[in-house]
């Protein structure tokens, strides 16, 4: 049986890497291709990690120690 995943619709990167590391872990092989980002998704990343930044979206590094002592 094969099952073909498109990895590049995966647009969360950790559930990406989630997928990856769960495929490994069950020993189910596979083969991975990605097609390279063109420039303009790379200046579209940019520009809405920019705007993620200026909303405040973000966390620093005072609030990760904070969440940090809680675990």
């Avoid at 647009?11 to 495929?23: A, F, N, R, S």
């Avoid at 980002?37 to 990760?64: H, K, M, P, S, V």
């Amino acid at each position: 049986m094969e099952l073909i995943i498109d990895f590049d619709n995966i647009k969360d990167p950790v559930k990406k890497e989630w997928l990856l590391h769960t495929l490994k872990l069950m020993g189910i092989k596979f083969e991975a291709t990605e097609k390279s980002q063109t420039l303009a998704q790379y200046n579209d990343d940019l520009a809405a990690g920019d705007a993620e930044i200026e909303r405040g979206e973000f966390t620093n590094a005072e609030d990760l120690k904070i969440e940090a002592r809680k675990w």
